[in-house]
């Protein structure tokens, strides 16, 4: 289970933050580590709403924290986008459209490869055997 800390550290990398000894947490970094946790909460809260998903929502709050129920590819692999699109929107408009159009196309990637879920295999007839070509009295 990924964490804040790495996920901000994969977005820093990103936007090409890091200092000299590749560290995200530096002087210049303090205000977007800052916001991170509250930007982390809205992108699983995203999570949950696209995936289904209901109750057990546990928020970040400090860089520590797991990001919880959320699998490993997706934090690495779609939230870092959306976290430095969110950082960014502010300060340079032209690399946070980027990163929020990559993280929308991955993010939509995402969830296409998840499929429906099976229940249990009732289909109820509502038309009365019209598929058939029998209709039933008007």
């Known amino acids: 289970m990924k964490t804040v800390k790495e996920l901000f550290r994969a977005a820093m990398g990103l936007m090409?933050?890091?200092?000299?000894?590749?560290n995200a947490?530096?002087?210049?970094?303090?205000?977007?580590?800052r916001r991170t946790p509250?930007?982390?909460?809205?992108?699983?809260?995203?999570?949950?709403?696209?995936?289904?998903?209901?109750?057990?929502?546990?928020?970040?709050e400090s860089p520590e924290d797991p990001v919880?129920?959320?699998?490993?590819?997706?934090?690495?692999?779609v939230m870092h986008y959306g976290l430095a699109a969110n950082l960014l929107v502010d300060e340079n408009p032209a690399a946070a459209s980027f990163y929020e159009q990559r993280y929308e196309e991955l993010r939509n990637i995402y969830f296409t490869r998840f499929g429906a879920e099976e229940g249990d295999g009732a289909i109820e007839d509502l038309y009365g055997g019209i598929e058939f070509g029998r209709f039933g009295r008007w």
């Open 16 to 22: 090409d933050e890091l200092d000299g000894d590749g």
């Open 25 to 33: 947490e530096n002087r210049d970094t303090a205000e977007y580590e």
């Open 38 to 60: 509250g930007i982390v909460n809205m992108m699983i809260s995203e999570y949950r709403i696209l995936a289904g998903m209901k109750g057990g929502f546990v928020p970040v």
């Open 68 to 77: 919880l129920r959320i699998p490993d590819v997706y934090v690495l692999g």
